[in-house]
């Protein structure tokens, strides 16, 4: 697996998130931080249902590897998740993340998603065999 490093804004990526989607402290904190509420004061609402779109756990799942990365923290699944993210949902990136997402995920956009999620275990698998 290339060494392709996937660079932080300086303040952080929750900030970038915040600053790129033009939203407010108070509305970034009200949706960064619904589920955790939620079960948090799942006390005051015992039969409370948490409205979740199962869609945005790729997302979630993507931006909370981007802060693992800000603590130093490294896996090959993670870095061939955030691979196939940027892959998938075909994201600006800097040439080299380019070159290495189009090696080894060409073409995932024409997949439908159970094809994409294959595809990415597959990558997963060999990348795993490959350092063993």
Same mark, same amino acid.
């Given at each position: 697996?290339?060494?392709?490093?996937?660079?932080?804004?300086?303040?952080?990526?929750?900030?970038? $998130?915040?600053? &790129?989607?033009?939203?407010?402290?108070?509305?970034?904190?009200?949706?960064?931080?619904?589920?955790?509420?939620?079960?948090k004061h799942g006390d005051n609402?015992?039969?409370?249902?948490?409205?979740?779109?199962?869609? &945005?756990?790729?997302?979630?799942?993507?931006?909370?590897?981007?802060?693992?990365?800000?603590?130093?923290?490294?896996?090959?699944?993670?870095?061939?998740?955030?691979?196939?993210?940027?892959?998938?949902?075909?994201?600006?990136?800097?040439? &080299? $993340?380019?070159?290495?997402?189009?090696?080894?995920?060409?073409?995932?956009?024409?997949?439908?998603?159970?094809?994409?999620?294959?595809?990415?275990?597959?990558?997963?698998?060999?990348?795993?065999?490959?350092?063993?």
């Amino acid at each position: 697996m290339s060494d392709v490093s996937f660079k932080k804004n300086k303040t952080g990526w929750r900030e970038f $998130i915040k600053v &790129d989607n033009k939203l407010t402290d108070k509305d970034f904190k009200s949706i960064f931080n619904k589920s955790w509420n939620f079960f948090k004061h799942g006390d005051n609402d015992p039969d409370g249902i948490l409205d979740f779109d199962e869609k &945005d756990n790729e997302h979630i799942i993507f931006y909370a590897s981007l802060e693992c990365s800000e603590l130093g923290l490294s896996s090959i699944e993670k870095d061939v998740f955030q691979l196939w993210y940027y892959a998938v949902h075909n994201l600006e990136a800097n040439n &080299d $993340i380019k070159k290495v997402t189009s090696d080894f995920f060409p073409s995932i956009q024409r997949l439908s998603k159970n094809e994409q999620i294959n595809f990415g275990l597959t990558v997963l698998l060999n990348e795993k065999q490959n350092i063993l």
